[in-house]
């Protein structure tokens, strides 16, 4: 599950020079913390010309009440909710890192174990109400994330973010992904003496 993500001020100077080269006209990126419903900046590709977007997170639900935020990649090309966004909408969530809790309600930071700037989240949009809006992708967690959840974001690397917007192909493949090793830390950790 991805319920928070962040975007530090380096990132956000990093992530304005990809935008730059995408979209000259783009906005700057503000730093700080996203949630859901909350504006953030997307790259999309529609009709073949890569840009940036501010979107909101979060698709209404069915039932009118709260936000869907999150897509299982294991099952969203079966719902219907998410099916024409993924073969069709795509977007590329930029991020610092994201936060997530465990059963204990304690607070996990999670970026890249390289310590590289940025993170890129695969998710799908859509139009709400004249709107676009979209959500994140989660998978399975891996080794690095299970400690503290069982669901993490779909994350791509920087090579495979051209694919994932634009070859409508590859989205089976990409959707089936094992995430890399994050690095995870905490403000604190709990040590046992046995």
């Known amino acids: 599950?991805?319920?928070r993500y962040y975007v530090l001020a380096d990132a956000a100077r990093e992530m304005e020079t990809l935008?730059?080269?995408l979209d000259r006209h783009m906005a700057v990126y503000c730093a700080g913390d996203i949630s859901?419903?909350?504006t953030a900046t997307v790259l999309v590709q529609?009709?073949?010309a890569r840009t940036?977007?501010?979107?909101t997170w979060g698709f209404p639900s069915h039932e009118g009440k709260g936000?869907?935020?999150n897509a299982r990649a294991e099952s969203a090309l079966e719902k219907r909710t998410f099916q024409e966004s993924v073969r069709h909408r795509r977007c590329v969530i930029p991020a610092s890192g994201f936060y997530e809790w465990n059963r204990k309600k304690e607070k996990?930071?999670?970026?890249?174990?390289?310590h590289a700037p940025l993170l890129f989240m695969a998710g799908c949009y859509n139009l709400y109400?004249?709107?676009n809006r979209f959500v994140i992708l989660t998978t399975q967690a891996n080794s690095s994330m299970a400690p503290v959840h069982e669901r993490m974001p779909l994350i791509l690397d920087k090579s495979e973010i051209e694919r994932w917007l634009s070859d409508d192909g590859c989205v089976e493949t990409l959707l089936k992904k094992e995430p890399p090793e994050l690095a995870r830390s905490t403000e604190y950790e709990q040590l046992s003496l046995f």
């Open 1 to 3: 599950m991805c319920g």
């Open 19 to 21: 935008v730059r080269e």
């Open 36 to 38: 859901p419903s909350r």
């Open 46 to 48: 529609p009709e073949n």
């Open 52 to 55: 940036a977007m501010d979107m």
């Open 67 to 69: 936000l869907l935020i």
């Open 108 to 114: 996990f930071t999670f970026q890249r174990a390289d």
């Open 129 to 131: 109400d004249g709107k």
